[in-house]
């Protein structure tokens, strides 16, 4: 990492814990002008961001990776958001010649039946579309909270991330999960209704379901595995997940 990267990195990570989400966004679209990415996938955290540019026509592109084994809870979540803010939400798919060879090959569901099967197809549906998703730009927006594990809680809120070539900001870093219910209430956010039903960590739908209380955060990601093979290759550099129990039952459609 060059030194005047290295300096921008320490400099976000200095900011984001003093200033505003809006303060956040606001600096980030300043300094990578036309060259910075929020990545969405309908969960609450993603919802406030969203909610935070859309709301102060922020210049920040956002994005969302349709895997194509979607919740419709999910879609119907996108639709209302689109409602709501009436702003575009780039859509990137995965290579269409990668899904119908892996689906040619090894059927529908072959996640299931080892972990390099489901790192596979996590590569093709997610990994690769993210890669030309944020090819050529400059700074990444997630909606990363410390609180989701015991792995993130040690973590910065801005990071140099070598596989994208780019700085990784988390502007809800120190954020509770109940103050993003009370935000999202208060502030009339669309909320994906799949939180009400007990489900934190939204994802495909084959491989997500909701956790029991007490269970980890991530217990409901290919549950089918054991826990230390749980990531998929978004935030690869973050870890696991471990140790959050969140009040699901608290949001309302």
Same mark, same amino acid.
């Given at each position: 990492? !060059?030194?005047?990267?290295?300096? =921008? ?20 679209? !300043?300094? &990578?002008?036309? @060259?910075?990415?929020?990545? *969405?996938?309908?969960? +609450?955290?993603?919802?406030? +961001? ?9 210049? #920040? %592109? ?11 809870? *999910?879609?119907? *979540? ?5 409602? %709501?803010?009436?702003?575009?939400? $780039?859509?990137?798919?995965?290579? *269409?010649?990668?899904?119908? @060879? ?10 299931? $039946?080892?972990? $390099?099967? %489901? ?6 549906? @997610? ?9 050529? =730009?400059?700074?990444? #927006?997630?909606? #990363? %909270? ?32 109940? =103050? ?5 209430? =208060? ?11 007990? &489900?934190?960590? #939204? ?27 749980? !990531? ?16 699901? $039952?608290?949001?309302?459609?």
């Amino acid at each position: 990492m !060059e030194l005047a990267i290295q300096e =921008q990195v320490e400099d976000l990570r200095r900011f984001v814990p003093e200033h505003s989400v809006l303060e956040t966004l606001a600096l980030l679209a !300043e300094r &990578f002008p036309n @060259k910075v990415s929020f990545s *969405t996938s309908f969960g +609450l955290e993603d919802q406030i +961001l969203t909610h935070f540019i859309f709301e102060n026509d922020l210049p #920040i %592109r956002v994005f969302t990776l349709d895997t194509a084994r979607n919740f419709q809870e *999910t879609y119907s *979540t996108w639709n209302k958001t689109l409602l %709501r803010y009436n702003k575009p939400i $780039e859509v990137v798919f995965p290579q *269409t010649a990668s899904v119908e @060879k892996l689906m040619r090959e090894k059927g529908p569901n072959s996640f299931y $039946e080892s972990i $390099e099967n %489901r790192k596979e197809c996590c590569y093709i549906r @997610k990994v690769e579309p993210l890669g030309r998703a944020l090819a050529g =730009q400059q700074a990444w #927006i997630t909606g #990363i %909270r410390a609180e989701q594990s015991a792995n993130r809680q040690s973590m910065d809120p801005a990071e140099w991330d070598a596989g994208h070539n780019l700085i990784k900001v988390h502007p809800l870093h120190d954020w509770t999960w109940d =103050q993003c219910v009370a935000y999202a209430q =208060q502030h009339g956010v669309p909320v994906n209704p799949l939180h009400a039903k007990g &489900f934190v960590s #939204i994802g495909c739908a084959p491989c997500t379901r909701a956790i029991k209380p007490g269970e980890d955060f991530r217990a409901g990601r290919w549950w089918w595995e054991e826990a230390a093979a749980k !990531e998929c290759g978004l935030h690869a550099t973050t870890g696991e997940h471990q140790g959050f129990d969140p009040v699901v $039952e608290t949001i309302k459609e």
